[in-house]
């Protein structure tokens, strides 16, 4: 059974900055690509940004130049460096494969305002 746990969130204010942080167990994490998703309030859960298992990237269009995904395989964690923060990027965050299992974490919530 795959477990997800992500941790690091909370407020910012706008060209702020915030570091996300993943675990993951129950799966083969150094050989599987794994992603960030955001999901805004009212809004539908959309990909961020992705990682390959040997460390190729994707991002978003939004997000890139700003953001800056990143896996520990030995570790087995994953990480989401935000930068230049923005108010559009408040959302709950969640890691998961790519493309995702069903099963989801808690997600950790990202505010961004003034």
């Known amino acids: 059974q795959v477990g997800l746990a992500e941790s690091g969130g909370g407020s910012a204010e706008p060209g702020g900055s915030l570091r996300l942080s993943c675990t993951a167990s129950g799966i083969r994490f150094d050989q599987l690509p794994m992603a960030w998703y955001r999901q805004a309030l009212g809004q539908q859960r959309d990909l961020v940004a992705s990682i390959g298992p040997n460390g190729r990237t994707n991002y978003e269009a939004s997000v890139r130049g700003r953001f800056t995904i990143s896996r520990d395989n030995i570790a087995r964690t994953m990480q989401l460096q935000m930068d230049n923060l923005k108010p559009e990027d408040t959302a709950v965050y969640y890691c998961?494969?790519?493309?995702?299992?069903?099963?989801w974490g808690r997600g950790t919530q990202v505010t961004v305002s003034s």
């Open positions: 998961n494969l790519d493309p995702p299992r069903d099963s």
